[in-house]
């Protein structure tokens, strides 16, 4: 059965930093490509950005330079590092691989 569990989201004050985790079962992250999401109260699903299976990143313009995606193969693990956090920031983040998606991680990004 395929899975993905979020978590690291929490409350943060801008400008800082917080890593969000994706573990992923079922299948292997090395070889997909694995997109991050999030939805903001009252907004549309906004896509952030995506690792490819060469390793290869990109990033939805106002995240680029804040926002970086990693993976760990071993732990079959994919990463959202986020900093320079903003308010605009605050949303729940997902992980999506092909139409499978988790059930998402709180942000909050607020003084």
């Known amino acids: 059965e395929v899975q993905l569990v979020e978590s690291g989201g929490g409350l943060v004050q801008p400008g800082g930093s917080l890593r969000l985790s994706c573990g992923a079962s079922g299948f292997t992250v090395t070889r997909s490509v694995m997109s991050w999401f999030r939805q903001a109260p009252g907004k549309e699903s906004e896509w952030v950005g995506a690792i490819y299976s060469d390793g290869d990143t990109n990033y939805e313009a106002a995240m680029k330079g804040r926002f970086t995606i990693s993976r760990d193969d071993a732990k079959n693990t994919v990463y959202l590092q986020m900093d320079n956090l903003k308010p605009e920031d605050t949303a729940v983040y997902y992980c999506?691989?092909?139409?499978?998606r988790g059930q998402g991680t709180q942000v909050t990004v607020s003084s």
């Open positions: 999506q691989w092909r139409s499978v």
